[in-house]
């Protein structure tokens, strides 16, 4: 298993371009996350999915659109980026079982808007 | 939500046992106490949680005080792998809300 797999890797934008990080997963979990981190800084919840065909607005959703294209893919859309957005951008999927549940991570998006 | 406090930074030497501290005086019942570690360059990873009773695992135990308005991880042996930012957090079981904070950065020294 791959786990949590992301695309780009790091990706430089100019400010007002647009661009979508992928994220996929193949462990079948349902629940589906977008975080965001600030240098120095703990994860913030931009964008979550309980499960296909739902998203909601986590902490910090201004500025960003999703898509669950199917149970395995969650997408994160900035439609104009800001150099406010730069950030690392990380996806995580969830799973329960036995009343534990663990979030697993995937390596990360370096974004650079300028 | 409940709010947790954790030192900035620690410093341990290698293998030897570690013990990170967290506190969270306003944690209400229900709420699950998660430990997630970060290492360089990486997402962050489970290390373990629990509610009420200690718990162990194979990288770690958390021992949980009796008000459960702190707890502790504890790393039996530190390794120059073990360092991280560790980041304790609260949160209701299911909910897909996780606050993580600033977390501790733990520091091992050979």
């Known amino acids: 298993n791959a786990g949590v797999t992301q695309t780009p890797k790091f990706q430089v934008l100019k400010t007002g371009q647009s661009m979508t990080l992928q994220c996929a997963q193949d462990m079948n979990h349902n629940s589906m996350y977008w975080y965001r981190q600030d240098p120095g800084m703990g994860l913030r919840l931009i964008y979550y999915s309980a499960s296909e065909g739902t998203t909601d607005k986590g902490e910090v959703p201004n500025g960003y659109n999703v898509s669950r294209l199917n149970k395995r893919e969650f997408s994160l859309r900035l439609e104009s980026a800001a150099p406010s957005q730069t950030s690392v951008y990380f996806c995580a999927s969830r799973r329960i079982r036995d009343r534990k549940e663990t979030q697993y991570f995937g390596p990360g998006t370096r974004l650079l808007v300028l | 939500d409940a709010k947790t406090t954790q030192p900035n930074s620690m410093e341990s030497n290698e293998e030897e046992p570690v013990h990170l501290p967290c506190n969270h005086s306003?944690?209400?019942?229900?709420?699950?106490i998660h430990w997630y570690r970060q290492l360089p360059s990486q997402g962050p990873e489970y290390v373990i949680h629990?509610?009420?009773s200690n718990v162990n695992n194979r990288m770690a135990s958390l021992a949980i005080a009796e008000d459960r308005k702190s707890s502790t991880l504890i790393l039996h042996r530190a390794t120059l792998r073990d360092a991280a930012v560790y980041y304790c957090i609260l949160r209701l079981f299911n909910n897909n809300d996780m606050r993580f904070g600033a977390g501790t950065r733990l520091t091992v020294k050979p």
């Open positions: 306003t944690i209400s019942g229900t709420d699950y």
């Open positions: 629990g509610l009420t």
